[in-house]
């Protein structure tokens, strides 16, 4: 019988007797006469970490399932307490690996990467800076949960954040309007506290970077994120071709989605309404959308049929929106269970089906590197990870006729500028996060300020039409990513370039495109970022001309549509 998620055990782990016994392991570890005995304890050692690992992702799903249970609110308050005591006690192990006799023969069996991640986490820590992560762990939670709390009175209902969705596309401009600025009405009664908590975060941040000897926390922040193989220049120079490619064809998209619904002037509040016979969404309500998903991964290979089998038997989807429920969405595994788990807000737009491919492809990925018997190769590094998500969503294209029928047209044209138009606000976060980590003492108003220079580099287009806090600088504050993973959000622009070049390659032969994918997927965590990316057989987006040569295949494509006949 398969045991399903509600059925997944949680306990607590006894920190005081987990690490009482990897001190244990360690001690005969550093005394090993073979790099073999070693390897053997080594298996024995993440045993104990796969178990925190599964007690912790349990608590972290069923509290942002339900943000009002209160046992699992304090289980996730008890993991942000002790993650620190949980780093420090993997630290010693990552110490004892990086400084092994044997490292060389251990380096051949378990791979270079297991070795730079641990280099990596020990640069991260060290026991002075607990307190401060301990911290920094409770902003982030202050953050989530606050966004979490609305409950929102809009057209007689009461709407959480994320059930706001379906209005931002809504044919009734006025509707659209008037959605926009209930939400940030919300936002601006708390808008002096997301400022404090974020400058809260940020001063605790910096201060754990100094403790640690780092100039400032973006050289912090870049190693907390294992950028192995790239670094701040190159980054840099990404975003410089972002402005320079990306951002007037963003600009020419815009025009046309204003000439297409019939606007004179584009406004924030229109961005999202893309037909004006209304956006393209699924026919079908959260089950059969999942229903769905079932025909088309039976259909898309026996790998991906294998998969989703696994993941509808143990239920391992919460999709719905509901009161109390945390925003966004996310796909983490579950190592005792061997469990990939998709997390998501489903609220009758597009979104519904483009999250359900897209953390079904972070899914997949987790489920067939499921067999590495290295923990830190379940998932690899965050821009990586995303290549496989963001890929998912074009190699699913041939199915969407299952969930859009009628509206498919519609879908795969607002999919494809919808994944352009993301880039120069995904750097715009980018250099935002590097401005404000570099000018730790900025004010919050000196914050905003910077937002809105950035918005007139990055997103020229954009008018707010007097909406408060919008007008101020302050769109970022929806943004969780800056608040919770600070410097992951180039990440997706990264991969997003990578998923264009298997779109490309799909249309001109997918079954080669297909198995280069399977391969990445099944490498996991093994390499780093650009590593992984000539293992797929796809060209860095570091590399100049690589954006380029993407925004063209991506223009021609988009004029091929006539748009204004959907």
């Given at each position: 019988?398969?045991?399903?998620?509600?059925?997944?055990?949680?306990?607590?782990?006894?920190?005081?007797?987990?690490?009482?016994?990897?001190?244990?392991?360690?001690v005969?570890?550093?005394?090993?006469?073979?790099?073999?005995?070693?390897?053997?304890l080594?298996?024995?050692?993440?045993?104990?970490?796969?178990?925190?690992s599964t007690?912790?992702?349990?608590?972290?799903?069923?509290?942002?399932?339900?943000?009002?249970?209160?046992?699992y609110?304090?289980?996730?308050?008890?993991?942000?307490?002790?993650?620190?005591?949980?780093?420090?006690?993997?630290?010693?192990?990552?110490?004892?690996?990086?400084?092994?006799?044997?490292r060389?023969?251990?380096?051949?069996?378990?791979g270079?990467?297991?070795?730079?991640?641990?280099?990596?986490?020990?640069?991260?820590?060290?026991?002075?800076?607990?307190?401060?992560?301990?911290?920094?762990?409770?902003?982030?939670s202050?953050?989530?949960?606050?966004?979490?709390?609305?409950?929102?009175?809009?057209?007689?209902?009461?709407?959480?954040?994320?059930?706001?969705?379906?209005?931002?596309?809504?044919?009734d401009?006025?509707?659209?309007?008037?959605a926009?600025?209930?939400?940030?009405g919300?936002?601006?009664?708390?808008?002096?506290?997301?400022?404090?908590?974020?400058?809260?975060?940020?001063?605790?941040?910096?201060?754990?970077?100094?403790?640690?000897?780092y100039?400032?926390?973006?050289?912090?922040?870049?190693?907390?994120?294992?950028?192995?193989?790239?670094?701040?220049?190159?980054?840099?120079?990404?975003?410089?071709q972002?402005?320079?490619?990306i951002?007037?064809?963003?600009t020419?998209?815009?025009?046309?989605?204003?000439?297409?619904?019939?606007?004179?002037?584009?406004?924030?509040?229109?961005?999202?309404?893309?037909?004006?016979?209304?956006?393209?969404?699924?026919?079908?309500?959260?089950?059969?959308?999942?229903?769905?998903?079932e025909?088309?991964?039976?259909?898309?290979?026996?790998?991906?049929?294998?998969?989703?089998?696994f993941?509808?038997?143990?239920?391992?989807?919460?999709?719905?929106?509901?009161k109390?429920?945390?925003?966004?969405?996310?796909?983490?595994?579950?190592?005792?269970?061997?469990?990939?788990?998709?997390?998501?807000?489903?609220?009758?737009?597009?979104?519904?089906?483009?999250?359900?491919?897209?953390?079904?492809?972070?899914?997949?990925?987790?489920?067939?590197?499921?067999?590495?018997?290295?923990?830190?190769?379940?998932?690899?590094?965050?821009?990586?990870?995303?290549?496989?998500?963001?890929?998912?969503?074009y190699?699913?294209?041939?199915?969407m006729?299952?969930?859009?029928?009628?509206?498919?047209?519609?879908?795969?044209?607002?999919?494809?500028?919808?994944?352009?138009?993301?880039?120069?606000?995904?750097?715009?976060?980018?250099?935002?996060?590097?401005?404000?980590?570099?000018?730790?003492?900025?004010?919050?108003?000196?914050r905003?300020?910077?937002?809105?220079?950035?918005?007139?580099?990055?997103l020229?287009?954009?008018?707010?039409?007097?909406?408060e806090?919008?007008?101020s600088?302050?769109?970022?504050?929806?943004?969780?990513?800056?608040?919770?993973?600070?410097?992951?959000?180039?990440?997706?622009?990264?991969?997003?370039?990578?998923?264009?070049?298997?779109?490309?390659?799909?249309?001109?032969?997918?079954?080669?495109?297909w198995?280069?994918?399977?391969?990445?997927?099944?490498?996991?965590?093994?390499l780093?970022?650009?590593?992984?990316?000539?293992?797929?057989?796809?060209r860095?987006?570091?590399?100049?001309?690589?954006?380029?040569?993407?925004v063209?295949?991506?223009?021609?494509?988009?004029?091929?549509?006539?748009?204004?006949?959907?």
């Open positions: 019988m398969v045991t399903t998620f509600k059925d997944y055990k949680y306990e607590r782990p006894d920190l005081g007797k987990i690490e009482t016994e990897v001190n244990a392991l360690l005969e570890f550093n005394l090993a006469s073979s790099a073999d005995v070693q390897g053997e080594i298996d024995q050692l993440n045993d104990y970490f796969n178990t925190m007690m912790e992702n349990l608590a972290y799903i069923r509290s942002s399932i339900d943000t009002n249970d209160e046992f609110d304090g289980e996730r308050n008890f993991f942000d307490e002790y993650g620190p005591t949980i780093q420090e006690i993997s630290n010693k192990y990552y110490k004892a690996i990086t400084e092994s006799k044997y060389d023969a251990l380096e051949e069996k378990y270079r990467q297991l070795f730079e991640l641990a280099s990596n986490s020990l640069k991260s820590f060290d026991p002075k800076v607990k307190e401060l992560l301990q911290k920094e762990n409770k902003l982030d202050e953050y989530s949960k606050l966004l979490a709390s609305a409950e929102i009175e809009f057209d007689g209902k009461k709407l959480n954040l994320s059930q706001f969705g379906p209005y931002s596309q809504h044919t401009r006025t509707m659209r309007r008037g926009s600025e209930t939400v940030q919300f936002m601006g009664e708390h808008l002096e506290k997301i400022d404090q908590i974020y400058d809260d975060l940020v001063k605790t941040r910096d201060k754990i970077a100094r403790d640690l000897g100039k400032d926390f973006v050289e912090l922040g870049y190693i907390r994120m294992d950028r192995i193989d790239y670094d701040r220049g190159m980054v840099d120079n990404f975003r410089k972002v402005a320079e490619f951002v007037p064809l963003v020419e998209l815009k025009e046309r989605q204003s000439r297409r619904i019939g606007l004179d002037s584009l406004k924030s509040y229109d961005e999202n309404f893309d037909f004006l016979t209304g956006n393209a969404s699924p026919k079908g309500d959260a089950e059969e959308i999942l229903k769905n998903g025909r088309m991964y039976k259909e898309l290979s026996p790998e991906t049929d294998e998969f989703y089998k993941m509808r038997e143990r239920e391992l989807f919460d999709v719905e929106a509901k109390g429920k945390e925003g966004g969405g996310y796909c983490t595994f579950i190592p005792d269970y061997a469990s990939p788990f998709i997390f998501s807000n489903f609220n009758g737009t597009l979104d519904d089906v483009t999250v359900l491919t897209h953390e079904a492809g972070h899914a997949f990925q987790s489920y067939m590197s499921r067999g590495y018997d290295v923990p830190e190769y379940q998932f690899p590094t965050l821009e990586s990870a995303e290549i496989h998500s963001m890929s998912m969503e190699f699913t294209y041939p199915w006729e299952l969930f859009f029928k009628e509206d498919t047209d519609k879908f795969k044209f607002s999919h494809m500028t919808g994944d352009i138009t993301f880039l120069p606000y995904g750097v715009a976060i980018d250099e935002f996060q590097h401005i404000i980590y570099e000018n730790p003492e900025f004010t919050p108003e000196e905003r300020q910077e937002w809105k220079k950035l918005e007139e580099k990055y020229p287009h954009r008018d707010y039409d007097g909406i806090p919008l007008e600088g302050a769109l970022w504050h929806r943004q969780g990513h800056v608040f919770s993973v600070p410097f992951y959000y180039i990440d997706y622009t990264l991969a997003q370039v990578c998923a264009l070049q298997f779109w490309k390659r799909a249309n001109e032969d997918f079954e080669e495109a198995k280069d994918y399977i391969n990445l997927c099944r490498l996991g965590g093994t780093p970022f650009n590593s992984l990316v000539e293992a797929a057989n796809l860095s987006p570091f590399e100049d001309g690589c954006l380029e040569s993407v063209g295949e991506v223009r021609d494509y988009l004029n091929s549509i006539d748009d204004k006949s959907l």
